[in-house]
């Protein structure tokens, strides 16, 4: 039991650090992006290409290591989530919703095929990987490591969401997501914000990605197709837009997943987590935190 | 009231997209297959056929996506045997030429590379790897009379449909299983979890050992049989399910990519049992991503590669010279497979695919690395040839060869 819990939590903090990135800038500007899977797979391929290039100096594997790599690698998905949003997305930002959709589809392909003819098509091999020793706490494995990232994901999520309650910028996004016309009449600098948007959730994406590579210890150019509908799930779980619904809705799906495989086996493990949260949106349409909060960012 | 309508014009808007989806990645796929048709070799796709004085064979392996490793074995397995059958004056007064398009080990992307080597009126198929991918392909070539020698793939579902023009010159999903249990009984296991990936390939064989275990009630039993989700990175759900039903063998029967993972996160979660994997996720990627450490003594079932056979090292200097890179899993099979199609042809002395199939039936006694070749009424071996393997070091050896 204790077992099913940990693990339901450990892959629920993935899904929830991309759901993030969804949920935010459909909180925004209403645009799905589906590209923000592969962000996840670029942050995973930019930590191994660092990990490669410096690899003598950070063989020892150590977390402070991995944390700078963490870092340098949010910063690059986060710029890159930046100029993604102003070459695809700002140009049809006015058009037709479906527009902006295919788009993300089409920036979806480029990104995933691009990586597949840059760093090839076969899956890599992380060249430093966590290793650590298992804790048993009440008859459940749990590896440091696990808590580790884990821990890393719960603080960038306070992070970020403290980044959205307490600064101008964050204020300025909540503003937009209101009424991104009148903000403009206000002054407010709308584009800069949505820039930033784009910038905070790649970047969240980014590090779930090297979380991921270094833990699971491959990567490779399709890894973010999944995890990037699952992510989309969790976000509409969570109720589209709202930021602790995103992690609410990961985590829970997480949960649901690992006693989905536990109880029926994991041939059934996706029609169980459906099926139950088919019934959820039934009874909540707006998702687990959808309503309760009038503001959506 | 207005938000649950747009959120439910969103969650459609996702349906179509992922309908789209489906129709972009195998257009993408086969492009770019188009592209990197060999290397430094005659081959290529275009026009062709049994006119202009060339003999076209068609040939759809993964060239992109999780199985993409395997691909560039087969194609130069295949090639090599296409330069030696044309330095030997070809077939029928002609040349043969190999029409490589990318399957990508994925449905919809195998299916658009059969119908393009259709449209390329090749003349037989030497192709497949990937049974879930293979499948979809069979009425395409079947349809268009071409016939298929099919190298690699192995579930039993490709021949389960009849059809008259499918011929498998690897061993059969039930081959296999027999292998895995023979060895499984030789090793004492007593408990034993099935594990696959949900494709027709890996179901095909732990359904089959499920079987067989089911009517030898002293032997090994099954203890639990899971499946997975393909390409999904955390399989800790269905480890801890496995680690449940405490096994003593656990098989797996996926491919290389989910095995690492799965070996892995097995040994982290203190399994301590004997693990076997099927021919699927024979590979050293298999061995990196699981880590050398937990890979350490891990079997799996296999048919002959350049490096098991007797006698091999001959044809791994030739292969080396021609491509300057090491052969892999099927590389052999597919040589052999273009030089089955190259006989058949000329024993039939015609391109035309009724007779090819016809003098297919007739071979007796070619030799193929598996050994001898004689096609069974189902158009499969008449043995599988399959050998036990063990993980030593940062490679597979040869642990049983089974015999006996």
């Given at each position: 039991?204790?077992?099913?819990?940990?693990?339901?939590?450990?892959i629920g903090a993935f899904y929830a650090l991309v759901a993030l990135g969804y949920s935010m800038v459909y909180g925004i500007i209403k645009l799905l992006n589906f590209a923000h899977g592969d962000i996840y797979m670029l942050g995973a391929f930019g930590g191994f290409a660092m990990l490669t290039a410096f690899g003598g100096?950070?063989?020892?594997?150590?977390?402070?290591?991995?944390?700078?790599?963490?870092?340098?690698?949010?910063?690059?998905?986060?710029?890159?989530?930046?100029?993604?949003?102003?070459?695809?997305?700002?140009?049809?930002?006015?058009?037709?919703?479906?527009?902006?959709?295919?788009?993300?589809?089409?920036?979806?392909?480029?990104?995933?095929?691009?990586?597949?003819?840059?760093?090839?098509?076969?899956?890599?091999?992380y060249p430093v990987q966590l290793s650590g020793s298992a804790l048993h706490v009440l008859d459940a494995h749990i590896n440091i490591q696990q808590i580790v990232l884990v821990g890393i994901a719960v603080a960038l999520m306070i992070a970020m969401n403290l980044w959205v309650l307490r600064t101008r910028s964050g204020r300025a996004m909540r503003a937009i997501s209101q009424d991104p016309k009148a903000c403009l009449y206000m002054g407010v600098n709308v584009d800069g914000v949505i820039s930033w948007a784009f910038f905070i959730g790649s970047a969240l994406a980014g590090a779930a990605g090297v979380m991921a590579g270094a833990y699971f210890g491959t990567?490779?150019?399709?890894?973010?197709?999944?995890?990037?509908?699952?992510?989309?799930?969790?976000?509409?779980?969570?109720?589209?837009?709202?930021?602790p619904g995103a992690v609410l809705g990961g985590i829970l799906l997480g949960l649901l997943e690992s006693f989905g495989t536990a109880w029926l086996g994991g041939q059934w493990r996706d029609v169980f987590t459906f099926v139950v949260l088919i019934l959820l949106l039934t009874v909540r349409p707006t998702g687990l935190l959808g309503e309760r909060v009038t503001e959506r960012v | 009231m207005n938000l649950g309508i747009k959120l439910g014009s969103a969650v459609a808007a996702v349906g179509l997209v992922v309908a789209a989806l489906a129709g972009c990645a195998s257009s993408s796929g086969s492009g770019g297959a188009g592209?990197?048709?060999?290397?430094?070799?005659?081959?290529?796709?275009?026009?062709?056929?049994?006119?202009?004085?060339?003999?076209?064979?068609?040939?759809?392996?993964?060239?992109t996506g999780s199985s993409a490793a395997i691909g560039p074995y087969m194609q130069n397995g295949a090639q090599l045997a296409v330069n030696e059958i044309n330095a030997a004056g070809g077939v029928l007064g002609k040349q043969l030429k190999l029409d490589v398009q990318d399957g990508a080990c994925d449905a919809k992307s195998a299916a658009t590379a059969a119908n393009k080597l259709v449209s390329d009126k090749v003349t037989v198929s030497v192709g497949g790897y990937c049974s879930g991918a293979t499948l979809p392909t069979l009425p395409i070539f079947n349809g268009a009379g071409i016939p298929m020698i099919i190298p690699a793939a192995n579930s039993d579902d490709l021949v389960n449909q009849k059809l008259p023009l499918v011929f498998l010159i690897n061993g059969t999903g039930t081959q296999q299983a027999q292998a895995a249990l023979k060895f499984m009984t030789k090793e004492g296991?007593?408990?034993?979890?099935?594990?696959?990936?949900?494709?027709?390939?890996?179901?095909?064989?732990?359904?089959?050992?499920?079987g067989l275990m089911a009517k030898a009630p002293d032997g090994p039993q099954q203890a639990i049989h899971e499946s997975v989700t393909a390409g999904e990175s955390d399989y800790s759900a269905n480890v801890n399910a496995v680690m449940k039903a405490n096994p003593d063998f656990v098989y797996w029967t996926g491919y290389y990519q989910e095995g690492g993972l799965i070996i892995k996160q097995l040994r982290q979660a203190g399994y301590t049992g004997k693990i076997m994997v099927a021919d699927g996720s024979v590979d050293q990627k298999l061995i990196q991503i699981a880590g050398q450490n937990n890979a350490q003594g891990v079997f799996a079932t296999m048919t002959q590669t350049p490096q098991t056979i007797p006698n091999g090292q001959a044809w791994i200097d030739k292969y080396k010279k021609a491509f300057h890179a090491d052969p892999g899993p099927y590389s052999t099979q597919a040589y052999?497979?273009?030089?089955?199609?190259?006989?058949?042809?000329?024993?039939?002395?015609?391109?035309?695919?009724?007779?090819?199939?016809?003098?297919?039936?007739?071979?007796?006694?070619?030799?193929?690395?598996?050994?001898?070749?004689?096609?069974?009424?189902?158009?499969?071996?008449?043995?599988?040839?399959?050998?036990?393997?063990?993980?030593?070091?940062?490679?597979?050896?040869?642990?049983?060869?089974?015999?006996?």
């Open positions: 039991m204790t077992q099913l819990i940990w693990n339901g939590i450990f100096s950070v063989a020892g594997g150590s977390i402070v290591a991995l944390l700078i790599v963490l870092v340098l690698s949010m910063l690059g998905t986060g710029m890159f989530g930046v100029v993604l949003e102003r070459v695809a997305y700002r140009p049809v930002r006015t058009a037709p919703r479906l527009n902006a959709l295919i788009t993300a589809v089409g920036a979806s392909f480029t990104i995933e095929y691009g990586t597949s003819l840059v760093a090839g098509p076969n899956p890599e091999v990567v490779n150019f399709l890894m973010g197709f999944i995890i990037g509908l699952k992510a989309f799930t969790a976000a509409v779980i969570g109720g589209i837009g709202n930021i | 592209s990197s048709s060999s290397s430094g070799s005659s081959s290529g796709g275009g026009s062709g056929g049994a006119s202009g004085g060339t003999i076209t064979l068609g040939m759809v392996v993964p060239l296991a007593k408990k034993v979890a099935l594990m696959d990936d949900n494709t027709s390939y890996s179901t095909n064989i732990t359904k089959n050992v499920a052999d497979a273009v030089r089955v199609a190259a006989e058949a042809m000329k024993n039939a002395n015609s391109t035309d695919g009724k007779a090819i199939a016809d003098a297919l039936m007739k071979i007796d006694g070619f030799q193929l690395f598996s050994g001898p070749l004689k096609f069974t009424p189902e158009h499969t071996l008449s043995s599988g040839g399959f050998l036990i393997l063990v993980v030593k070091g940062d490679a597979f050896d040869v642990q049983d060869q089974l015999q006996g």
